[in-house]
């Protein structure tokens, strides 16, 4: 039987490479989204149209039942507004979705179970460390042994960029030859990035770390 790998994969630059690192295994990859009520779905858009080129399934679930649990983060619509700058500035950590990779992770197990798949990839990396606890090596540890006997069936979490940092991921792409223009980052979504927010500017910065230059277009 072939091996099957899921994905959790919102479109952005660090699940892209790291859907494309899943499918370099050779495995059956099962790529998964979700709407947990972002304040667009630009994201989810380019996600599907990598996927239906790719010929890839790809599930997109609706999680927006949540958001009346989590009030306040900048992220979701009614939330404040998203805040300019860098992830380093106490004001990024208004982004934070509470408890959102536990919830993310547990529904890609539960996908896994249910295909029979062995393994959960994501996309967590070293530069989220100090402002997501949830995309910390201790994190992805104590989830995987849970997730290695929450059921019957193990399910692997596999982090592959876990200790990586943004650049690290982008170098490992380019290396693979992705085009990063079927990639979304910009919290805002608008037709071009803007190229402000604490996300554009950490994807332009990591750019220019490779001596590259970003394939989007950009505002102004
Ligand atoms: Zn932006």
């Not at 072939?2 to 859907?19: E, H």
Request: overall charge negative; aromatic content about 8%; charged content about 20%.
């Amino acid at each position: 039987m072939t091996k099957k790998i899921v994905v959790v994969y919102s479109g952005g630059m660090d699940s892209y490479t790291v859907l494309h690192k899943a499918i370099a295994t050779g495995a059956e990859v099962y790529a998964i989204s979700f709407n947990y009520g972002q304040k667009h779905s630009k994201e989810l858009l380019v996600a599907a149209k990598v996927c239906q080129q790719l010929g890839l399934v790809h599930k997109v679930v609706d999680i927006r039942m949540i958001n009346e649990l989590m009030v306040g983060s900048s992220l979701l619509a009614g939330g404040s507004e998203i805040p300019e700058g860098h992830y380093e500035g106490d004001n990024m950590k208004s982004t934070v979705v509470p408890n959102r990779n536990m919830i993310l992770l547990s529904m890609a197990i539960a996908y896994a179970v249910s295909l029979e798949a062995s393994q959960v990839f994501y996309g967590a990396h070293s530069g989220d460390h100090h402002i997501y606890p949830d995309c910390r090596p201790e994190f992805v540890q104590a989830m995987n042994a849970v997730s290695m006997i929450a059921n019957y069936q193990s399910v692997e979490i596999i982090a592959p960029f876990l200790n990586d940092s943004k650049n690290d991921i982008l170098a490992a792409g380019l290396a693979m030859g992705l085009d990063y223009k079927n990639t979304w980052t910009c919290y805002n979504g608008r037709d071009k990035a803007c190229g402000k927010c604490g996300a554009c500017n950490e994807r332009l910065e990591a750019f220019a770390e490779n001596d590259t230059v970003d394939p989007l277009e950009y505002e102004g």
